[in-house]
């Protein structure tokens, strides 16, 4: 009887208080977006929208995410199969070498390709100089095209599915492959009956993953002239001027990724995928001999060359042509407003993420689990619509306050949150908080209760226990939450665009103004800066992947 009077003290805890908070703010941009699906808006614009692209909204974004799906789990499987199960030159770097790309935002892939393989880039101008042809005389593809499109996300993102298969391979194929060769199975029937099904959450894991990074994308669409939902709610909200119509393109693009995530919910139906073997050695690799081994080798080079080798050689190479004029004032001006966005976010989010994370342990109950369940949705959420969804709700609490600012002490103070970095900051923690709290909460999640039982016997509080006992041992999961939140801040370009101040330019807003503007050359320094930033964590997880299993 005692216990259950305390557990409504316990759902009252002010940790508690501050995960409902804080899941209702991050909730309450996503609720605005969805409020407006039955609003009236402008029948002109839906009438406009109707008859001239919204068919191709839809069309383009289903070929482009059934294309995009299908590239990456080809692309990735492949290359975690081989570097999993067989010995190849190269091999060893290949291993960690695979995941680079993730650091190649997939807007500045499109502008580093399209320079390279326009009509008077580097590529076409050596073959007419080398085979003496003119224009009619061959065909090339052209890049900004909806295939060029599916070309970047796919050696962009194919690393979603390489890592989280290759984990799978590792973690389970190993034993079961030795019990089906036992039973007459050889290399390929062993693969697709044993190990595709047991890393078949994997890959689907990651391909919802590659797919919800596509539906969120911006700045390769809009370069290459592809219109998707994306598009279109910026098109709605900048150059028709309605609001109410680009929030429900938003709400339609936030009811397709969650029916995308029900989907590959869905998809497991009641399977599971165990592996009781008990043994998880690492595979020393088949051998694969002669050409078939350097045939590995190529494979694996491929993406990794289009994804990272060949597009930063050629951004250090257009950076490096009449540098003082790239890196000059505006630069490190743009530089400082980058690293002040994402420094802010990345402790805010991981002060966020701690209080989270510990509330849950402490409380233990449905409530506070479901609570950090839902403040991980937000990065499901493309930064587009988290842009809508939280310029509504912001906005008309700006008009509010500037009222009663005028009402009690004259003047117009202009614009409070939305005038200045505050709301562009709140839709990075709507977006990226999840990040921070999944590293927080694995890494809380490995310290053993019995530490928190010791410093209660000690006479420490939970407050003390968290600053003298967790967070110590928390240093370096914090430093990597952090981290993880600001690299996806710097390429965050979706809600910069629409959120920053006037005349507050980003690394990734002023890459994508002058790519826009065919500066290609002026824009290599700011992308190369994005990509330099976004190393930080995959040099991390690469010699964490290379020493795996080791």
């Not at 009509?119 to 060029?148: C, H, I, M, N, T």
């Not at 710097?490 to 807003?509: G, I, Q, S």
């Amino acid at each position: 009887m005692t216990r259950s009077r305390l557990n409504p003290l316990r759902l009252a805890s002010p940790l508690l208080v501050v995960s409902a908070t804080v899941a209702a703010l991050v909730g309450l941009p996503v609720l605005s977006v969805l409020a407006n699906i039955f609003s009236g808006g402008t029948g002109a614009t839906w009438s406009h929208l109707a008859a001239t692209v919204l068919p191709s909204y839809v069309g383009n974004t289903l070929v482009l995410c059934l294309a995009v799906g299908l590239g990456v789990m080809a692309v990735g499987v492949a290359t975690a199969w081989l570097t999993t199960m067989h010995s190849f030159p190269g091999r060893r770097v290949f291993e960690w070498a695979l995941v680079l790309p993730l650091a190649m935002p997939a807007y500045v892939l499109a502008y580093v390709y399209t320079d390279f393989l326009q009509f008077v880039g580097p590529l076409q101008s050596f073959l007419r100089e080398s085979f003496g042809w003119s224009k009619a005389d061959y065909w090339f593809p052209e890049v900004r095209s909806l295939g060029g499109a599916v070309s970047m996300f796919i050696f962009v993102l194919y690393p979603y599915v390489y890592l989280l298969t290759r984990a799978a391979f590792l973690e389970r194929a190993s034993g079961m492959l030795e019990a089906s060769r036992t039973l007459g199975l050889g290399p390929w029937r062993g693969f697709f009956r044993v190990s595709l099904p047991l890393a078949r959450p994997a890959i689907a894991a990651g391909t919802a993953l590659a797919l919800m990074e596509t539906l969120a994308d911006y700045g390769t669409v809009s370069y290459f002239g592809v219109q998707t939902f994306t598009t279109g709610i910026y098109r709605a909200w900048f150059s028709l001027g309605d609001r109410i119509a680009a929030a429900q393109l938003a709400a339609a693009l936030l009811l397709f990724v969650m029916l995308l995530l029900l989907i590959e919910r869905g998809s497991r139906g009641r399977s599971r995928f165990h592996d009781t073997t008990g043994r998880h050695r690492q595979r020393a690799g088949r051998p694969l001999p002669g050409w078939l081994g350097w045939l590995a080798s190529a494979l694996c080079a491929l993406p990794l060359t289009i994804g990272f080798l060949l597009p930063a050689y050629l951004l250090l190479r257009l950076a490096l042509a009449d540098g003082q004029a790239r890196f000059g004032e505006h630069f490190f001006g743009m530089v400082r407003n980058s690293f002040l966005l994402a420094g802010l976010t990345a402790v805010i989010a991981v002060a966020l993420a701690v209080l989270l994370a510990y509330g849950a342990r402490l409380s233990r109950g449905f409530v506070a689990r479901t609570l950090n369940r839902l403040v991980g949705l937000g990065y499901a959420v493309p930064g587009s619509v988290i842009a809508v969804g939280v310029l509504i709700p912001v906005s008309r609490l700006d008009i509010w306050l500037a009222g009663q600012w005028q009402e009690w002490f004259g003047g117009n103070p202009g614009l409070l949150i939305t005038g200045g970095i505050a709301a562009l900051i709140y839709a990075y923690l709507v977006r990226f908080l999840a990040v921070a709290l999944q590293a927080v909460s694995t890494s809380l999640a490995k310290i053993t209760t019995n530490m928190d039982d010791a410093a209660r016997s000690l006479g420490l509080g939970q407050a003390a226990t968290l600053r003298r006992v967790h967070l110590p041992i928390l240093r370096s999961s914090l430093f990597t939450a952090g981290l993880l939140v600001f690299v996806d801040v710097m390429k965050e370009l979706p809600a910069t665009l629409v959120m920053r101040p006037f005349d507050f330019d980003t690394l990734a807003t002023q890459a994508y103004t002058l790519a826009s503007d065919e500066r290609l050359a002026e824009a290599a320094s700011a992308s190369l800066a994005i990509v330099a930033v976004g190393l930080l964590p995959l040099i991390a997880l690469s010699r964490q992947i290379a020493r795996r299993r080791r």
